[in-house]
């Protein structure tokens, strides 16, 4: 090919690689923005890490218990000891620089996912030659950039892959030449995975020492070098995590997560509860249940189904024709090397899978190892045939062209069937089939402040529509739970210069009314605004 000289030459200026993987994610995302605006919180896990954003937005790590908690009970929020999300910092720290220096909490969505992507190319040349790095750092994008929910939801992914990419990026460039940047930059890799998915960096840093101990065996004191500044660089990280664990639960050693689950008995998420019942609330015998359903869930027949099951997520990490040319990566297996990659894999999707339930971030920090893996088959395939492993890419960058035209041409009512037809896991927002654009609007042109109560069908789901500010009493719009008259009476006490609406959002459409806390004996206690 002719430009494949100038193609060799761009691909080894490192930093002009990363600085353009990093941009074009950023860039593509923003060129559909006319179609699919900023994405709106509409999730518990999205809603929890908003809150965690603003909470650190504020320079603190944990909000006070609130007079009136049990209105604003939800799903991943503690109410007790202290008002906070339940989730670790990382997320929350790039939610709240996006807060603080944007005005936008999205920008920490869309800055780490350019980060993961200009490093996954810095990773790969560690690896591989600069020219099949370039094309991983394009896979990068094809694959977690922004059709992927990485960059379409709040909660993140994106930062625990930029964290993998330097841990799995430093090791090869320690073995080679042990220099204290690399065991710096192994420390800081560290430290971004234990902010953000503690329990997945142990399983991480169990494949790290057995590779680190394995390469430096016989040069035990170049091991203690590296290691000791890897583990000063981290060490931040995890007094960090300590110190929030403190302000949070009132322990230094309980994660938030973890009272969560003992305050609610299991996570909410796995219950499907709006409203979620303490605890300490429940009678022994519902206790019992709740520690058989977790037995069952963790025996050895539930673990080995969890895995056939969760099998169907190499989608997430493959397109269809990066598919094709995998299982060629066994041929270089004869390399020792790459016995590595399936190692730390191995680690790690085997040690999430004791985890009830799952998505493709927690496993985040392999992300580049699965780039890796592609792209080591692809070159197997390219020695064979140079024609065939070129197809095979050109197709991977036409499978992304033709779905991101589509989204780009959403405005086009054949394009937005298309993709809502044939792409099951789209998490492009092009519309608000839920109507909150529309309620938020109609909230904030209300003049002064509000109070909204919320009241669940009986058939709810899992959107989640209760959700507040750090700072509940100060916010302009405050939203709590229907608690009844007699109790909501209470809060309409505690707030009385605020306008009360109520809101159903599991009417067709939702309706948003006003709430009138005592009406005539034969009228509706709820007046519709018009």
């Given at each position: 090919m002719r430009f494949e000289p100038a193609l060799r030459s761009f691909a080894r200026r490192t930093r002009w690689c990363i600085l353009l993987l990093a941009l074009l994610p950023i860039a593509l995302r923003l060129m559909l923005l006319p179609q699919a605006p900023v994405p709106i919180p509409r999730t518990p896990d999205d809603f929890s890490f908003a809150l965690l954003g603003d909470t650190l937005a504020h320079f603190r790590l944990a909000n006070p218990v609130h007079p009136m908690s049990r209105f604003?009970?939800?799903?991943?929020?503690?109410?007790?000891?202290?008002?906070?999300?339940?989730?670790?910092?990382g997320q929350g720290l790039a939610l709240a620089f996006g807060e603080l220096i944007f005005h936008s909490p999205w920008v920490g969505v869309l800055l780490?996912?350019?980060?993961?992507?200009?490093?996954?190319?810095?990773?790969?040349?560690?690896?591989?030659?600069?020219?099949?790095?370039?094309?991983?750092?394009?896979?990068?994008?094809?694959?977690?950039?922004?059709?992927?929910?990485?960059?379409?939801?709040?909660?993140?992914?994106?930062?625990?892959?930029?964290?993998?990419?330097?841990?799995?990026?430093?090791?090869?460039?320690?073995?080679?030449?042990?220099?204290?940047?690399?065991?710096?930059?192994?420390?800081?890799?560290?430290?971004?995975?234990?902010?953000?998915?503690?329990?997945?960096?142990?399983l991480v840093a169990a494949g790290v020492l057995i590779y680190l101990v394995v390469t430096f065996r016989g040069r035990w004191r170049v091991l203690a070098r590296v290691a000791c500044i890897a583990a000063a660089v981290t060490l931040p990280a995890i007094v960090l995590s300590l110190v929030q664990n403190r302000q949070v639960t009132g322990s230094w050693t309980t994660l938030p997560y973890m009272r969560s689950q003992y305050q609610y008995g299991v996570p909410a998420a796995f219950t499907f509860q709006p409203n979620p019942v303490p605890h300490r609330a429940l009678t022994p015998e519902q206790r019992s249940l709740y520690d058989l359903q977790s037995a069952i869930h963790n025996s050895a027949g539930s673990y080995l189904d969890r895995l056939g099951k969760r099998a169907r997520f190499l989608r997430f990490f493959y397109t269809a024709p990066l598919l094709l040319a995998l299982?060629?990566?066994?041929?270089?297996?004869?390399?020792?090397?790459?016995?590595?990659?399936?190692?730390?894999?191995?680690?790690?999707?085997?040690?999430?899978?004791?985890?009830?339930?799952?998505?493709?971030?927690?496993?985040?920090?392999?992300?580049?190892?699965?780039?890796?893996?592609?792209?080591?088959?692809?070159?197997?395939?390219?020695?064979?045939?140079?024609?065939?492993?070129?197809?095979?890419?050109?197709?991977?960058?036409?499978?992304?062209?033709?779905?991101?035209?589509?989204?780009?041409?959403?405005?086009?009512?054949?394009?937005?069937?298309?993709?809502?037809?044939?792409?099951?896991?789209?998490?492009?927002?092009?519309?608000?089939?839920?109507?909150?654009?529309?309620?938020?609007?109609?909230?904030?042109?209300?003049?002064?402040?509000?109070?909204?109560?919320?009241?669940y069908g009986p058939r709810h789901g899992l959107s989640q529509w209760m959700h507040n500010?750090?700072?509940?009493?100060?916010?302009?719009?405050?939203?709590?739970?229907?608690?009844?008259?007699?109790?909501?009476a209470k809060l309409l006490s505690y707030y009385p210069d605020r306008t009360a609406w109520l809101l159903e959002p599991d009417a067709q459409p939702p309706r948003l009314t006003r709430y009138q806390a005592q009406a005539p004996t034969n009228a509706s206690p709820f007046e519709e605004v018009q």
């Open positions: 604003f009970e939800t799903n991943f929020v503690l109410q007790d000891p202290t008002y906070s999300s339940i989730y670790p910092l780490p996912a350019g980060l993961f992507c200009g490093l996954c190319y810095w990773m790969l040349r560690a690896w591989i030659s600069p020219v099949w790095a370039l094309a991983g750092g394009l896979l990068a994008v094809f694959q977690f950039g922004p059709l992927e929910y990485w960059m379409n939801t709040y909660w993140g992914g994106s930062l625990a892959a930029a964290g993998g990419c330097l841990i799995f990026g430093a090791l090869p460039r320690l073995r080679d030449a042990a220099r204290p940047r690399d065991a710096a930059l192994l420390g800081m890799g560290a430290a971004m995975e234990w902010l953000t998915r503690p329990f997945e960096t142990m299982p060629t990566f066994c041929l270089a297996l004869r390399r020792p090397r790459y016995w590595w990659v399936v190692l730390w894999l191995a680690i790690l999707v085997l040690g999430v899978n004791f985890y009830p339930y799952f998505y493709p971030h927690y496993i985040a920090a392999g992300a580049c190892l699965f780039v890796l893996a592609g792209l080591v088959a692809l070159e197997r395939i390219s020695r064979w045939s140079r024609e065939a492993a070129r197809l095979i890419l050109l197709l991977c960058g036409a499978q992304f062209v033709f779905w991101y035209g589509l989204h780009l041409a959403a405005g086009w009512p054949p394009a937005l069937a298309l993709t809502e037809q044939y792409e099951s896991w789209d998490y492009v927002n092009h519309d608000d089939p839920e109507g909150r654009r529309a309620i938020g609007q109609r909230l904030a042109e209300a003049p002064g402040k509000q109070l909204v109560f919320i009241r500010a750090a700072e509940i009493d100060r916010a302009r719009v405050v939203r709590a739970l229907d608690l009844g008259s007699l109790e909501n």
